[in-house]
């Protein structure tokens, strides 16, 4: 376990934005984590999908990377720290299916369960059987939890995700083929991996009969993409991507995210709501 002090949280962050932290711990196992818990402290994983305030943050933030996996028969039994695409690439090299379509998504395992993370039709939420929580000092196992489209019982009720159980299937022959296909569409579309940015900014549109729009689709009509505020601006490639240009701060970021939720709102009576999470210090 590694603990810092007054480290900005931009250190810390894809996006590469935050101010300093008046605790920073790195916990690299699931023991680790439960030694640093304490119930105000802030719990992430790799800082993926996430905006940091550039006051920065009075409690302590907890980043957990690490922990370990294994396969048993078709069962995914994993700490939360575990980078999700070791699980993915583990469990198509061992011939199991239902993570292929997650290929390329970013961030821990504990982190895609708490936004109910997905792609191209599969949302990992579809493949959780128990979940292992630490809530207000207890330990707590919570078997089949609520998940919604980007959300999750753990959102809306908090709880810190220790470990989970996924149960896959076995391969019917065009997994390893599906998985290379949406990583060569998210080379095409989505930012560089070099580029700071926190990925999808805001979620699809849920119309009343279940069919979905994608935000990015609306943001490109509004005429979204190369628009720039501050450090901030819209990336080029896809419309739904705000990026950090060098120098962005948080505020730039919000205040172009703002702008864009005006041009939708006025133009198709749509209010796109965030996916990347905006933290605060209350």
Same mark, same amino acid.
């Given at each position: 376990?590694?603990?810092?002090?007054?480290?900005?949280l931009r250190d810390?962050?894809?996006?590469r934005?935050?101010?300093p932290?008046?605790?920073i711990?790195?916990?690299?196992s699931?023991?680790e984590?439960?030694?640093?818990?304490?119930p105000?402290?802030?719990v992430f994983?790799?800082?993926?999908n996430?905006l940091?305030?550039?006051e920065?943050? &009075?409690?302590?933030?907890?980043?957990?990377? !690490? !922990?370990?996996?294994?396969?048993?028969g078709?069962?995914?039994?994993?700490?939360?720290?575990v980078?999700?695409?070791?699980i993915? $690439?583990g469990?198509l090299e061992?011939?199991?299916?239902g993570?292929?379509?997650?290929?390329g998504?970013p961030g821990?395992?504990?982190?895609a369960?708490?936004g109910?993370?997905?792609?191209?039709?599969?949302?990992?939420g579809d493949?959780?059987?128990?979940?292992?929580?630490?809530? &207000? !000092?207890r330990?707590?196992?919570?078997?089949s939890?609520?998940? !919604?489209?980007?959300?999750s019982?753990?959102?809306?009720e908090?709880?810190?995700i220790?470990?989970?159980?996924l149960?896959l299937?076995?391969a $019917?022959g065009?997994e390893k083929?599906?998985?290379e296909?949406?990583?060569?569409?998210r080379?095409? $579309?989505?930012p560089?991996?070099?580029?700071?940015c926190a990925g999808?900014?805001?979620?699809?549109?849920v119309l009343p009969?279940?069919?979905?729009?994608?935000?990015g689709k609306?943001l490109e009509?509004?005429?979204a993409?190369?628009?720039r505020?501050?450090?901030?601006?819209?990336?080029?490639g896809?419309?739904?991507?705000?990026?950090?240009?060098? $120098?962005?701060?948080?505020?730039d970021?919000?205040?172009?995210?703002?702008?864009?939720?005006e041009?939708?709102r &006025?133009?198709?009576? *749509?209010?796109?709501?965030?996916?990347? *999470?905006?933290v605060?210090?209350?």
């Open positions: 376990m590694k603990v810092f002090k007054d480290l900005p810390f962050s894809r996006f934005i935050g101010g932290a008046r605790q711990v790195l916990a690299e699931r023991e984590l439960l030694s640093a818990l304490e105000s402290a802030l994983g790799e800082g993926t996430v940091f305030p550039d920065g943050l &009075e409690k302590k933030v907890i980043f957990f990377q !690490g !922990g370990e996996f294994h396969l048993d078709q069962w995914v039994v994993s700490d939360a720290g980078n999700l695409q070791a993915v $690439k469990s061992q011939g199991l299916g993570l292929e379509d997650l290929a998504i821990t395992l504990g982190g369960i708490y109910n993370a997905g792609a191209f039709g599969t949302q990992i493949l959780v059987r128990e979940v292992e929580v630490w809530k &207000e !000092g330990l707590l196992r919570l078997k939890p609520w998940f !919604g489209y980007r959300d019982i753990f959102k809306r908090g709880g810190v220790l470990r989970a159980w149960k299937r076995r $019917k065009r083929e599906i998985a296909e949406r990583l060569r569409l080379r095409e $579309k989505h560089p991996p070099q580029t700071p999808s900014f805001f979620k699809n549109v009969d279940g069919r979905k729009i994608p935000a609306l009509e509004v005429g993409k190369g628009m505020i501050g450090g901030a601006g819209v990336f080029p896809h419309a739904n991507f705000i990026i950090n240009l060098g $120098k962005a701060k948080a505020e970021v919000l205040r172009l995210a703002n702008i864009l939720k041009k939708v &006025e133009r198709f009576g *749509i209010e796109l709501e965030e996916e990347v *999470i905006v605060r210090d209350p």
